[in-house]
């Protein structure tokens, strides 16, 4: 399943590049370059070569980890992402934290409290959230955060001229706490609750509305009845069986999930100047910068592969019933 | 008949289709429901950044326009945009959903690929490539969301189509010897229709807050236009004083979003009465 995919994110991003543009050597130069680096390119590449040999080439050039140079920061596309990688990947462990955290224990209680006050409100809110656009409200959050009650930084990720934490796992957060700076970890810790609850809130409605759709099915399950009937305590019978039943639906979500935070940091990243892959992306994308676009488009799609991979085998660990079928 | 008797009697379904309707009310009537209709192009530098009055519900933008004109004007141009998008996405993902879920062999396999490498890739992503590629418009940008939507109506068509086509029906229509494309597009079809309302409904929805996204970035609606996803994108250089400029374009996305996806989830109700249970 992964393979096929991956060959198709390689054609797909070639085809960008090599095939679509008119003068796919020029394009990739940038607008600023001589008419000899567009040749350098055009050798490099294999332009002047028939189209199934300039594959070849663009699939070897990239099985080296050489995705080309960006023409905005004149550095290698690989450096570049590997350097912005962690602060995407931070964000985002953050944001499905607080997703999992709150959705989760909210889709439980609005599945138990089923047609109350408390479900209609929770259901009201999950709708909403999955309605309201993630740049409007990350702005929403600096204006009245940060602009109106001054609680918490605008934007970056640490104070400008703060020291950066010593490099362990590329986390401010887990670096800092770890080398124990704790002011260096109070400032990251300040400066990423905005974005990460912006990313966060789409998630968070998709985990609640899957979790208490979850719960709703298991509780009329049969087995519910017999631990009910044989008096189990009521908090066992919620944390311990219907909710491992219940949250297999949402974990299964997770992958569209990542989908849509890597969508929702694009716009995220971009308005609280969070220097991750988002931010680059959306650079990369607005300065015709096509190495960097095609970089960071097959770097996602092989990640998204790599996490529906990673969903199956959780899938099967909270669901042990798959593993015996086969 | 009974599908919307039964819409009706759902609040939040009704509730949906209020919404919709009086956004489509709006994008018809704009022209006239607008105080000042002309703000679409106009400037009055003398009027700038005002708060909401009663002259100006909303205030007015940095261009001393009306942003309550202007919300309202902006409401044609997202449901254009949602309707353009989701139609075309629809007339090309659901005959390859149902040609990939009712074939066996390579070419069935060929679509469910290409269709997997489209979903990989998230759909804000690969249609700002796209759009960037075919230089920045709003044609490019309708182009390039229909372009990353199919692969939605594709995958929701194949795996009902999948289910179908082993029910004995099938096999009695293949009996008696009709063609297959005739088994595909006029029995198994219609019975796919629930489940491609439910995804053009939710679509759209999504389709305006992913082309309000292209409209902040510059990819979408260019000035003057009154697109809210623009407005907002202008806003950002005037606050926190201007918080009106921000603030109401973003609660129409909100509302019209919300719109299309309360509506979606009340026809999925009802039309599945097996998830309805466990709503």
Redesign the interface.
Known sequence: ?VL??LF??L??TFL?THV??SDPSAALAGDNATPAQIQEIRRQYGFDRPVYTQFLIYVRQIARGNLGTSIYTQRPVSEDIAHRLPATLELTFVALLIAAGIGIPLGVISGFAYNTWADYLL?VLS??G????S???A??F??LFS??LGWLPLRGRLDIGSALPPSLTGFYLLDSLFSGHFGIFWDALKHIVLPAITLAIAALATILRFTR?GV??TL?KDFVTYEIAAGYRRRAIVWKYVLRNSIISAVTQVGLLF??M??GA??VE?IFDWPGIGSY??GA??G?DYNA?MA??LI??VT??FVNIAVDVLHALIDPRLLEHR | MLVIRKLLQDY?ALLGLVIIAFAVGVAILAPYLAPHPLDAFQSHLAVRLRPPSAEFPFGTDNLGRDVFSRVILGTRGSLEVAVLVVIPAMLLGVPLGLIGGYYEGWMAGFIM??T??F????????A??LA??MSPSLESAMIALALTYWPFFTRTVFSETRRLKTLLFVDALRCIGVSSWRIMFLHILPNTASPIIVRATVGM?FTI??A??LG????GATPPAPDW?LA?SE??HY??QA?WF??F??LA??AV??G???LG?GVRDVIDPR?R???
């Open positions: 399943m096929p995919t198709g994110l054609v797909l960008f679509f543009p259901r709708v909403g999955l309605a309201i656009a740049f409007w409200l702005i929403m600096q204006l602009m109106q759709s709703l099915e009329q989908s849509s890597i969508a694009v716009a971009a992306a959306v994308i607005l015709s676009m960071v488009t996602v799609g998204y592969a | 939040s690929r290409i997997d490498v979903l990989a890739v998230p759909q804000l992503v690969l700002l490539v960037q590629l929805g807050l992913t309000a996204v902040f970035l510059g990819m996803g907002i806003s950002r606050l926190p918080w921000a603030t374009p973003g996305i909100l979003v919300l299309f996806n309360l989830d998830l249970r466990s709503r």
